[in-house]
């Protein structure tokens, strides 16, 4: 095939695929800012494990919204169901943190695939009114079943065991941080894997012009309700690993306010590429980290604005500027 | 009177009341989003900011009741006039992503802001003495203020509709929102049109901020928390209309306080079942255009 095709206009397309999907040494670079940040900031590490988890989660926003183009403010939905069901199996006695993990993963991707299948017949405004309002019915839920998940006060009392039976959750979060970014590595690999595929290229297609994708015959519907069952899948792993690192579950894993400052970091860092999370998550979390303390009510006012400003003069995000930045000292010379 | 028949007049009358509110709020969401098609979800703000600025009026500096709403009515409009001067005019037309993204950044600041100067308790709302009581009907007394409510609501609905189907100024609306190419062909300043607008809607917001503020507390967190509320009455109801949203908020108003009245251990879910229920029906909403 490859020979035959060789003689025409079309592998210049085929070469240029496959030169994105293989992996650049700079692509490894957070892995070592991450590896690094372990032996570095050793007392940090609760708050390293926070950014892991939320990159994890806003990486989820990424693949519907940045690829497929469906804007949700529902994605904590998934988020609370997986940290719900990793949280619930722990308290009743089953702490095996992978498999709670994987249950975490399952339920997650039922309730997308469920939620998906009815709301994704709706555009626009109904469409995104409606991933709101999954994700309240489920707030809602969690709250009143309070003889179930703890209400208001938050599910306690869970009791995870040690990683592969090896590896105990210390107090130093040496655990919950290493753990977390093996798994995120994993969930990256697997998104990136996807994004490539002709799957991801026919999502691009989608968001581009859905019209034309009708028209040459791909099933519009079903390939964004699968992208929303993985994007939910890894939704829900990022609420397990919440639930398990952090021993508790409360109310505001399935809040508006998780799913809009996930937005707002993913929208920072560049949406539509796989590594906007990589950047964003972790200037917001950390400049949260140093300047929220003192005074939480400044933040959300001085976040507000910026997001304003972003979205108004640096729409494609920090990656975005840089990438124009270096395409103006390209062409200088 | 049997019981049965009490709860069911209790339930018609407080969710009447509350139906007003939620209408006087979304029903210039719903005029930006047909006319502009603006996703604003910011639009609580505007109700927040009337009921602030009311209640401010009438605890601090005692100003009497209907002049406090009017001021409440008429500084939101003028400031809504420079937030769309200077913002939500920059991103007509733009992708939803940008204009979901710019109206959280608005309620981040609000409530940040309210919370500063108003700290983060509720604000009292105590209605003038002329609208304290009960009204008795003979066979049943209704609450004055809320009673009120229903007639002030009623009133501004007719003469919206009234406006909007015999001045000029409706005329033009309807035109923009059938067909805003067309109508700038014939000559019609949209840009002005869309600012007046914009203003009547946040005005209106304002009101029902302002007159609502004993159902719908008035605190730091009123966007936000409302706001799914005010996104479903105008999803419901169908973009652009101003007669659906008031038939999707009377609906979302009785049925709500009937849920929270008879079932009150479910709190919202069967509300968000409905309206599941209803965009799965009817995706455009109940007087959209498909």
Redesign the interface.
């Known amino acids: 095939m490859r020979a035959t095709a060789g003689r025409e206009a079309a592998p210049i397309a085929v070469e240029a695929l496959a030169r994105g999907h293989r992996l650049k040494a700079w692509e490894f670079a957070p892995w070592l800012v991450a590896a690094l940040a372990y032996f570095v900031f050793p007392s940090y590490l609760a708050l390293g494990s926070q950014i892991l988890i939320a990159i994890l989660f806003t990486l989820s926003i990424d693949l519907i919204?940045g690829y497929a183009g469906i804007?949700t403010?529902g994605q904590s939905a998934f988020f609370g169901a997986g940290a719900y069901t990793a949280g619930l199996l722990a308290a009743h006695g089953w702490g095996e943190p992978l498999t709670g993990l994987a249950a975490a993963a399952l339920v997650a991707a039922v309730l997308g695939l469920l939620s998906g299948a009815?709301?994704l017949?709706?555009?626009?405004?109904?469409l995104?009114?409606?991933t709101?309002?999954?994700a309240?019915?489920l707030q809602?839920?969690a709250?009143?079943a309070g003889s179930i998940t703890g209400g208001a006060d938050g599910l306690q009392g869970m009791a995870v065991w040690p990683v592969l039976g090896l590896f105990p959750f210390d107090l130093y979060d040496r655990t919950a941080y290493l753990y977390s970014l093996a798994v995120l590595f994993l969930a990256w690999l697997a998104a990136r894997r996807l994004v490539h595929s002709p799957f991801g290229r026919s999502l691009t297609g989608i968001r581009e012009n859905e019209a034309r994708m009708h028209a040459i015959g791909s099933p519009v519907f079903r390939r964004r309700l699968i992208i929303y069952t993985i994007a939910a899948a890894l939704a829900g792993i990022a609420g397990g690993l919440l639930a398990e690192t952090t021993q508790y579950v409360a109310l505001d894993v399935l809040g508006?306010e998780r799913s809009?400052s996930a937005?707002?970091m993913l929208?920072i860092g560049g949406?539509g590429r796989l590594y906007g999370p990589f950047i964003g998550v972790p200037l917001y979390m950390i400049a949260q980290d140093r300047f929220a303390q003192a005074n939480p009510?400044?933040?959300?006012?001085w976040?507000?604005?910026?997001?304003?400003i972003?979205?108004?003069f640096a729409?494609r995000g920090l990656l975005g500027l840089a990438e124009q930045l270096l395409q103006k000292a390209r062409r200088k010379p | 009177m049997n019981a049965a028949l009490s709860a069911a007049i209790s339930i018609g009358f407080h969710g009447l009341a509350y139906a007003m509110v939620l209408y006087l709020i979304s029903v210039g969401l719903s005029v930006t989003m047909g006319l502009m098609g603006f996703a604003n979800l910011a639009h609580g703000v505007f109700a927040a900011a009337g009921g602030f600025v009311m209640t401010r009026l009438m605890n601090a500096y005692h100003v009497p009741f209907p002049l406090a709403v009017a001021a409440a009515f008429v500084t939101v409009a003028a400031g809504s006039v420079v937030l769309e001067r200077l913002l939500y005019r920059r991103l007509y037309g733009a992708d939803e992503l940008s204009q979901v993204l710019m109206s959280i950044g608005l309620i981040f600041m609000s409530v940040a802001a309210a919370q500063y100067i108003w700290g983060p308790q509720p604000q009292p709302m105590a209605p003038p003495a002329y609208l304290n009581g009960q009204i008795d009907l003979g066979a049943r007394s209704f609450p004055a203020y809320r009673s009120f409510l229903i007639i002030a609501g009623a009133v501004v609905v007719t003469l919206l509709w009234l406006g909007l189907e015999r001045t000029r100024f409706g005329a033009r609306i309807r035109a923009a929102v059938d067909n805003r190419r067309m109508a700038q062909s014939v000559g019609i300043n949209t840009s002005r049109l869309f600012t007046w607008t914009f203003a009547l809607g946040s005005g209106l917001a304002a009101l029902g901020g302002a007159l609502g503020a004993d159902i719908l507390a008035i605190d730091p967190g009123y966007a936000q928390e409302h706001l799914i509320y005010f996104l479903i009455v105008v999803a419901v109801g169908g973009l652009g209309s101003i007669r659906g949203p008031f038939f999707a908020a009377l609906l979302l108003g009785i049925a709500d306080t009937g849920f929270k009245y008879l079932l009150p251990e479910f709190g919202a879910f069967f509300i968000y079942a409905l309206t599941l229920a209803l965009l799965l029906w009817r995706p455009q909403g109940l007087f959209g255009r498909a």
């Open positions: 919204l804007v403010l009815v709301i017949r709706t555009k626009g405004l109904s995104l009114m409606l709101l309002v999954i309240a019915m809602e839920a709250n009143k508006f809009g937005l707002i929208i949406v009510v400044y933040w959300d006012f976040i507000g604005l910026l997001i304003i972003v979205v108004i729409r």
